[in-house]
């Protein structure tokens, strides 16, 4: 067990990425808070740790308001009198949303969360984990997805994710050496975010082409990349991307 007496706040966990994380924290003995926008999603992540014989709690919330951020810090604290690794993982994107939503989920609230966690972390040490994207080290070509990529919220997302690399690094210079800030950045990975892609041949293909390993990624496999980050097989990493991409920004 790597997390063994650890206690992790995970946001955007009832979901994809975040939701194989908390599994996977629970599962390495970590104590789990599920902060989650959807409120049913969290408790049922949460109840799944629990039946897999973890500790888990869940708070809804948003991560875009700096009030929840630091209420489901606090609620960790509350939880387990100690907040060891926080996991910025929340994050929307896609044709439906505004510029102004996704650099407010996307970037205000990865900032709120180093900026507070770094705060309660500071005297104890601790582990901050940021979800950037292969979006965060290249733009992408608008022919692939014109409807994202070409428009408002597309930008949105490389700029934020791009933003997300920047915080990471400014908060690894203000937390070392005690609280280390990483983040990963994943490629096309098989949840809820990139259904509209796996449900249309042509986009599927673009992105499969541009990926040397030639799929997907799984929620899983972004989720061992964050235990490593989390624990101690990475203690002389800070302020650092892990890029887990398959291959697309090789090329
Ligand atoms: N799936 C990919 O291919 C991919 C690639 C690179 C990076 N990412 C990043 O990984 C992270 C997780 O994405 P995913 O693919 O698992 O998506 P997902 O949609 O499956 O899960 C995201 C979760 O975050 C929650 N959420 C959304 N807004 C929130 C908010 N304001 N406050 C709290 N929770 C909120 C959602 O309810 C959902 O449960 C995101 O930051 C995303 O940008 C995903």
Redesign the pocket.
């Known amino acids: 067990m790597k997390l063994q007496g650890k206690a992790a706040l995970i ?8 939701r194989a994380i908390a599994l996977l924290f629970g599962a390495e003995g970590a104590s789990v808070l599920v ?4 409120e049913e ?1 969290g408790r049922t992540v949460a109840r799944e740790i629990e039946d897999a014989g973890g500790r888990a709690r869940t708070l809804p ?4 308001r700096e009030e929840d951020v630091k209420a489901a810090i606090a609620a960790a604290i509350d939880a387990w009198g100690r907040l060891d690794i926080l996991v910025n ?5 896609g044709a439906a949303y505004t510029w102004d939503q996704v650099i407010a ?2 970037l205000s ?1 990865v900032y709120y969360g180093c900026l507070h966690g770094l705060e309660t972390m500071r005297e104890q040490g601790g582990v901050i984990v940021n ?5 965060g080290l290249v733009g992408f070509a608008v022919a692939g997805l014109p409807e994202v990529f070409g428009s408002a919220p597309g930008n949105a997302y490389i700029a934020a ?1 791009h933003g997300v690399l920047g915080l990471t690094k400014q908060f690894a210079l203000a937390g070392a050496p005690g609280v280390r800030v990483n983040c990963i ?5 098989e ?4 259904q509209p892609l796996t449900q249309a041949q042509p986009l599927l293909d673009w992105a499969l082409q541009g990926t040397p390993m030639g799929r997907l990624g799984q ?1 899983e496999e972004i989720a061992k990349a964050a235990l490593f980050l989390a624990g101690d097989d990475s203690s002389f990493m800070t302020g650092a991307p892990l890029i887990v991409d398959g291959g697309w920004t090789a090329r």
């Open positions: 946001t955007g966990a009832g979901s994809g990425i975040g902060a989650e926008l959807n999603a919330t948003d991560t875009s993982n929340a994050g929307i994107g989920v996307n609230g979800m950037a994207s292969m979006a994710k950045c994943p490629g096309w990975i949840t809820a975010l990139t929620p």
